[in-house]
């Protein structure tokens, strides 16, 4: 190692830096044990693999001018360094495998799409030109710059990578979500004599993550119990009083649907609805419950029906009303 004058390096995001020789340690190249260490083999593998660019954490800065000086040694070309900010998990604390909160395979079990872990990864730190931040991978091919790198620390915002899978699970097309919910379906939904198509067309749009669908549907083969509670609602003004009064009136106008489906189902319930001259949420509200037992489902009572069948439908209104005329 030198001991006078000085090293001087590029890195992308930070300029020229210069390091005095005199405050470098000697650097171990071979151990005791005859194998090289990390610095040593480090060097001569980038080489030997034609690496052109070295983009790592910046916590590797002070390491840059001993590389830099072994490749020198060696008569070689110094790379292209490019040194990142880390990522944080939240003001103070880094993003860490010892949490259990870094492995790609871990958000993909949790229900993540993968093109969608890829976008978000690909924000931490780095910032596209416009104002879109939702990219297939051939899209952010296209669209990244090493310009847009930030040395600013990134901090790992849950709640909006959950917002990019969202959007991603939006922009893809009816086979392509049902293929890939298909699976999460299937392990609380076993039936198959529902109207797979429209379940699928009332998940796409509520579905954050794979993993959310498997309770979203747990009703359709098997009716939970549920208070009657759920018939009150605020904003649709609805209590279980009203609940039953509403069910009461859209059971004969079911039961007179002949081709099921939810375009026909749709007619007749906003036949009934007009006629009355009552709000939709007195009618619907009360018809969600009555089918699912839930306050959250994937569609409204229409769609609910539609993806039951009229079978299950009418006998799920019937015991609705026996449950809240006792």
Known sequence: MPLEGSTTFHDVLYGDITVENTILDDQVLIKADGMPTY??????????????????GNEYLSSAPK???LYEAFGWEVPQYIHVEHIMRDAQHKLSK??????????????????????????LGWAPKGENEIFSLSELVEEFDISGLSKSPAVFDIVKMK????????????????????????????RED???????NTLQPRTELFTDIPEKVDFIDEMPEYSEELYFN???????????S????????????????????HAAAFAEIE?????????????????????????????????LGKAVTIDRIKAAIAKLEK
């Not at 083999?41 to 660019?53: C, P, Q």
């Not at 605020?234 to 209590?239: A, I, L, Q, R």
């Open 67 to 69: 590389y830099n000086l």
């Open 275 to 307: 006629k009355q001259g009552v709000k939709n949420g007195f009618m619907l509200w009360p018809l969600r419950v009555a089918l699912s037992g839930k306050a959250l489902t994937p569609g409204g009572g229409i769609e609910l029906a539609a993806v």
């Open 39 to 56: 610095n040593f083999a480090n060097v001569i593998d980038d080489h030997l693999m034609g690496i052109t660019h070295v983009v790592r």
């Open 234 to 244: 605020k904003k649709m003004k609805t209590n279980p009083e009203t609940g039953l």
């Open 194 to 200: 529902i109207d797979i198509d429209v379940l699928i």
């Open 163 to 190: 917002a990019i899978n969202a959007e991603h699970l939006r922009r893809l097309s009816h086979d392509e979500f049902k293929a890939l919910a298909l699976p999460y379906i299937r392990q609380t939904c076993k």
């Open 246 to 265: 509403a069910l009461k009136m859209l059971l004969p106008v079911l039961e007179g649907v002949s081709d099921w489906n939810e375009e026909n189902i």
């Open 98 to 123: 010892r949490d259990g909160d870094a492995y790609f395979g871990d958000f993909v079990d949790k229900g993540f799409y993968v093109p969608a872990i890829i976008n978000y990864i690909a924000l």
